[in-house]
Every structure is written in C-alpha cells, then in structure tokens.
T-cell receptor, first 110, second 116 residues
Framework: GQQVMQIPQYQHVQEGEDFTTYCNSSTTLSNIQWYKQRPGGHPVFLIQLVKSGEVKKQKRLTFQFGEAKKNSSLHITATQTTDVGTYFCAGGIYGNKLVFGAGTILRVKS | NAGVMQNPRHLVRRRGQEARLRCSPMKGHSHVYWYRQLPEEGLKFMVYLQKENIIDESGMPKERFSAEFPKEGPSILRIQQVVRGDSAAYFC??????????????FGQGTRLTVV
C-alpha cells in the first residue's frame, strides 16, 4: 500500500538553531500537506503544496514539494520554544485519501 | 461553523468492555478519517469513510474494531472487548468533497481511551 516515510523521528535543537524534517512517498502524490501537533493537542493544518517544485514560506517556515511530487521538506529557521511539537506530513493520494507520515518530534532547548 | 467534535474527550473502560467513540465532522464535510496515536508516536491510519461507505479500512485490526458513518448522525468507532493495548488517543478528521483531490483535513480534539 501507499507509504509516507518521515525522518528524523526526533530532533532536539538549541533555541536559535535551524530544523528540517523530510518526507518521502513510495508513490506520486496529488499534494502534500503539513500539520503541527502541540504536546497534548491535536494536529492542526499548516499548509498544502500542490505543484511540482513548489516552495511556500510562512514567516520562519519554508515548505518544499519535490519535482517528482514524491518528497517534501519543512525547514524552520532560528527555532523558538514555541516551535515545540510534532510535525507531520500527509500525502494526498488520488481518490481523496490522506496518508500521514509518522511525524518528527521537535524539542527546543532554551 | 463548529469544528470537528469528538466525544467523549476521555474514556475509561475495564478490560472486556466496549468503547464507543463518536465524531461529528464539520458541516458540509463528507469524508471522515480515524487515526490512533500512542504517546510520543505518530498518527496511525485506521479507516477512511464517506457517508454510509467504508472506503479504506486497511489500518483497522480485523477483530474487535468497527467503524461506521451513517447517513444521519456522527461517525462511530467501536472497540469491543477492549484490552490494555487499546489505550491510546483516537483522532477523527474530516474533509470536504473536492473534485481537485484531497483537501485539508480538520482534526477533532481526540478521545483519550484508557483501559484499566
């Protein structure tokens, strides 16, 4: 079946350092979505990328969608303690199905 | 427009009892997903439903677990004869019908199931 692999599983960074999480799919995706889940909370939608090679920015967050529409990355510049949480990618499979990666847990030391 | 509503937020069951988890999707949303999450782990897909149809249940255990999304009323995830290993957070998400492909999913706050 369709799989979306996400690495790393955990990342501990010092406040002010950068952070990147990567997502790879075994099949071509219709789109890629990113979600953030704060500790004890529920996943909240951040962004959706649809076009091959698309890059979108939200303040310190940069999202990329690969040319083959099989991989994606989320990069956070100069992390802050408010960035703590788990970041999930979710691949849109043709037919209206979302397949989530396992998530990357980000911890930020101040 | 209320968000995705899940109830109960917390549920405690003894081993062998049944657990019923409810999810009311956002108004106008016809797609419902159920996910399970253990502490410090990712979201594990369980089932994807549209109104009155199970589209994909490849993540559901073959025994004791069932899900439905009736024409009227909330989606129900039912776990029969619960065991300690069923303790987890169960999240429901909904999304609207879209001709352009899958769109943003809105998550409920989850039901934390504890089996004692």
């Amino acid at each position: 079946g369709q799989q979306v692999m996400q690495i790393p599983q955990y990342q501990h960074v010092q406040e002010g350092e950068d952070f990147t999480t990567y997502c790879n799919s075994s099949t071509t995706l219709s789109n890629i979505q990113w979600y953030k889940q704060r500790p004890g909370g529920h996943p909240v939608f951040l962004i959706q990328l649809v076009k091959s090679g698309e890059v979108k920015k939200q303040k310190r967050l940069t999202f990329q969608f690969g040319e083959a529409k099989k991989n994606s990355s989320l990069h956070i510049t100069a992390t802050q303690t408010t960035d703590v949480g788990t970041y999930f990618c979710a691949g849109g499979i043709y037919g209206n199905k979302l397949v989530f990666g396992a998530g990357t847990i980000l911890r930020v030391k101040s | 427009n209320a968000g995705v509503m899940q109830n109960p937020r917390h549920l405690v069951r003894r081993r062998g009892q049944e657990a019923r988890l409810r999810c009311s999707p956002m108004k106008g949303h016809s797609h419902v997903y159920w996910y399970r999450q253990l502490p410090e782990e990712g979201l594990k897909f369980m089932v994807y439903l549209q109104k009155e149809n199970i589209i994909d249940e490849s993540g559901m255990p073959k025994e004791r677990f069932s899900a439905e999304f009736p024409k009227e009323g909330p989606s129900i995830l039912r776990i029969q004869q619960v065991v300690r290993g069923d303790s987890a957070a169960y999240f429901c998400a909904s999304s609207p019908q879209s001709r352009g492909g899958v769109t943003e999913a809105f998550f409920g706050q989850g039901t934390r199931l504890t089996v004692v």
